[in-house]
């Protein structure tokens, strides 16, 4: 195998993991502290599952609050970096990715198809495109430790099957 491919093969899922866990872990300021964003995101999103018959889906105590999904995106990171520095336990990073490729499919659907909008920071749309670049990051991530996502599948299979 050349040269150049192995080090993409060795480097490339690391740099995706610190690229998605910066992300995921620069958000937290945002949705632990209460940050007047973060209330107005959540709060059109609360207002939208209200009109469809599910009140405080979005609320701080609702299943899909800020501090709950700010705990998936820690999680995320935690799994993508601890994979990354220890060898032994690098079928987490494709776990976590796969925390964060739900946690980002949830928050790409909610812009795109609810009144929240691409841009409802009027930040130019900056927190959408974060959110589609995580999305690619997470999905590459899962491709780049295909092999991990098998193993860790096969071995949840032989657990979960009855003896």
Request: glycine share 10%; charged share 10%.
């Amino acid at each position: 195998m050349h040269k150049a491919s192995l080090l993409f093969q060795k480097w490339a899922p690391h740099a995706v993991a610190v690229f998605t866990s910066a992300v995921f872990l620069d958000s937290l300021r945002f949705k632990f502290t209460n940050h007047p964003n973060t209330q107005e995101i959540f709060g059109r999103l609360d207002a939208w599952a209200t009109q469809h018959g599910l009140p405080g889906l979005f609320a701080p105590t609702g299943l899909f609050s800020q501090y709950s999904i700010g705990v998936a995106e820690l999680a995320a990171a935690i799994l993508l970096l601890g994979g990354m520095f220890f060898p032994a336990y690098r079928f987490l990073q494709p776990v976590g990715a796969i925390i964060g490729l739900a946690v980002m499919t949830g928050a790409i659907s909610f812009h795109l198809f609810t009144p929240l909008g691409i841009d409802p920071n009027n930040d130019g749309g900056g927190l959408f495109r974060a959110a589609c670049m995580v999305w690619l990051g997470c999905l590459s991530l899962i491709a780049l430790r295909w092999d991990a996502v098998t193993t860790l599948g096969r071995k949840i299979a032989v657990f979960a099957a009855p003896a």
